[in-house]
């Protein structure tokens, strides 16, 4: 089953809500992360050529390092980083961090690409996967398409999900206090109070929570979204073993960016695992780590992977910026010229048109616009 937007997603680019068809994560898996995320990867090996998408951030690095440590234990080929840098983009630049992790781990094949304006999302990589695949989550597949046609035959790893698993429960206050992970005071327990209300309580507090600042859509279509959102976020359970199992796998955010990720490695004959949201690896540790869960990524990963990495990498808390890379020519120059055409008549009466071309003929758009584009840019494509 392919999973398409709904209309209200497209507004603002993100999916959300509960996907059909996605039974929820029931087994209690014995294990850890780290011998889940290995069982995950080794499979991947064992399809050669196994290539990592390796940006240089602490996930990619983390799944390039298991895979390459166990491939030497397995007598295994070795998997290959491919990294897309973009020189005339700055604060994309990972080099330091890239060369730190693939010189600890003694990796002499690195496949480096490296683009101008061609992962641009209106460029000739993002139409091709349009065409192909039409608007899919997230926004930046098309990112990805010139490292799956590397993987061609073979296998294709990637850190997605290392958001999603480590990220905390918003509603975790109580089981926080009882485990005494935090300090009682006047505001914690105020905090967990407010995440034991009712339903229909929480509700009203998520509304006021959500905080969507996106001028294109109209008035009605936002009221609309943020109701929504609002239900949703309502719905989170109170443990963050109960969330992983019953909300984040179940997602459809995550389920549509592991369609995404499949569809786009199909294309290549290339088989693709995202081991940190694999559903083994999060029945895993919603066992292991149970109703507190993770206890930061930091932690985490220095406690299960500290052996494999450089420990600057585990430390670090910076990250890069592609939003440049993806806003460097060819989207800015279609925008141009676009006069609200290809929405659709449902679309076009929730999005501002002027507001959204407004967007668009600025030097930085909003990413939470670029679906409508994809949708728009579609829509325009001479047929083949």
Same mark, same amino acid.
């Not at 500290?306 to 925008?335: C, H, I, M, Y």
């Given at each position: 089953?392919?999973?398409?937007?709904?209309?209200?997603?497209?507004?603002?680019?993100?999916?959300?809500?509960?996907?059909?068809?996605?039974?929820?994560?029931?087994?209690?898996?014995?294990?850890?992360?780290?011998?889940?995320?290995?069982?995950?990867?080794?499979?991947?090996?064992?399809?050669?050529?196994?290539?990592?998408?390796?940006?240089?951030?602490?996930?990619?690095?983390?799944?390039?390092?298991?895979?390459?440590?166990?491939?030497?234990?397995?007598?295994?080929?070795?998997?290959?980083?491919?990294?897309?840098?973009?020189?005339?983009?700055?604060?994309?630049?990972?080099?330091?961090?890239?060369?730190?992790?693939?010189?600890?781990?003694?990796?002499?094949?690195?496949?480096?690409?490296?683009?101008?304006?061609?992962?641009?999302?209106?460029?000739?990589?993002?139409?091709?996967?349009?065409?192909?695949?039409?608007?899919?989550?997230?926004?930046?597949?098309?990112?990805?398409?010139?490292?799956?046609?590397?993987?061609?035959?073979?296998?294709?790893?990637?850190?997605?999900?290392?958001?999603?698993?480590?990220?905390?429960?918003?509603?975790?206050?109580?089981?926080?206090?009882?485990?005494?992970?935090?300090?009682?005071?006047?505001?914690?327990?105020?905090?967990?109070?407010?995440?034991?209300?009712?339903?229909?309580? *929480? $509700?009203?507090?998520?509304? #006021?929570?959500?905080?969507? &600042?996106? +001028?294109?859509? @109209?008035?009605? /279509? =936002?009221?609309?979204?943020?109701?929504?959102?609002?239900?949703?976020?309502?719905?989170?359970?109170?443990?963050?073993?109960?969330?992983?199992?019953? *909300? $984040?796998?179940?997602?459809? #955010?995550?389920?549509?960016? &592991?369609? +995404?990720?499949? @569809?786009?490695? /199909? =294309?290549?004959?290339?088989?693709?695992?995202?081991?940190?949201?694999?559903?083994?690896?999060?029945?895993?540790?919603?066992?292991?780590?149970?109703?507190?869960?993770?206890?930061?990524?930091?932690?985490?990963?220095?406690?299960?992977?500290?052996?494999?990495?450089? /420990?600057?990498?585990?430390?670090?808390?910076?990250?890069?910026?592609?939003?440049?890379?993806?806003?460097?020519?060819?989207?800015?120059?279609?925008?141009?010229?676009?006069?609200?055409?290809?929405?659709?008549?449902?679309?076009?009466?929730?999005?501002?048109?002027?507001?959204?071309?407004?967007?668009?003929?600025?030097?930085?758009?909003?990413?939470?616009?670029?679906?409508?584009?994809?949708?728009?840019?579609?829509?325009?494509?001479?047929?083949?």
């Amino acid at each position: 089953m392919t999973r398409r937007f709904t209309d209200l997603e497209l507004l603002w680019t993100v999916p959300y809500g509960r996907a059909d068809g996605v039974r929820d994560l029931t087994a209690r898996v014995p294990g850890t992360l780290r011998s889940a995320v290995e069982d995950v990867v080794l499979a991947a090996l064992r399809r050669p050529p196994c290539v990592v998408s390796f940006s240089g951030g602490r996930d990619s690095s983390t799944v390039l390092a298991v895979a390459t440590t166990l491939a030497r234990r397995e007598g295994l080929p070795l998997p290959v980083p491919v990294t897309n840098t973009f020189p005339r983009v700055p604060s994309s630049d990972e080099g330091r961090w890239q060369e730190l992790v693939v010189r600890h781990l003694g990796l002499r094949e690195w496949t480096r690409l490296r683009f101008t304006d061609e992962l641009d999302v209106g460029g000739p990589v993002a139409q091709d996967t349009l065409r192909r695949l039409g608007v899919c989550a997230p926004f930046n597949l098309h990112f990805h398409a010139p490292i799956a046609a590397l993987a061609a035959g073979g296998s294709l790893l990637t850190g997605v999900g290392g958001d999603e698993l480590f990220s905390p429960v918003a509603r975790l206050t109580p089981y926080r206090l009882l485990s005494r992970a935090w300090r009682v005071d006047r505001r914690t327990a105020r905090t967990a109070a407010l995440d034991l209300a009712p339903r229909p309580l *929480r $509700v009203r507090r998520c509304l #006021r929570r959500v905080d969507l &600042r996106y +001028g294109w859509i @109209r008035p009605d /279509a =936002l009221r609309r979204l943020r109701t929504d959102l609002a239900r949703w976020e309502a719905t989170e359970p109170l443990s963050w073993e109960r969330t992983v199992r019953h *909300r $984040v796998w179940p997602g459809r #955010r995550l389920q549509m960016h &592991r369609e +995404g990720l499949d @569809r786009l490695g /199909a =294309l290549h004959d290339a088989a693709v695992e995202n081991p940190f949201c694999a559903p083994s690896v999060l029945a895993a540790t919603a066992t292991d780590w149970g109703r507190v869960g993770p206890r930061g990524r930091t932690r985490e990963l220095r406690a299960q992977f500290g052996d494999l990495l450089p /420990a600057d990498l585990v430390e670090r808390s910076t990250k890069s910026s592609f939003n440049a890379a993806f806003w460097s020519g060819p989207a800015r120059a279609w925008a141009r010229g676009w006069t609200g055409d290809g929405l659709g008549p449902t679309l076009a009466g929730l999005v501002d048109v002027e507001a959204l071309h407004r967007e668009w003929s600025s030097d930085d758009p909003d990413p939470h616009s670029f679906s409508l584009l994809h949708t728009a840019l579609l829509a325009s494509a001479p047929q083949r």
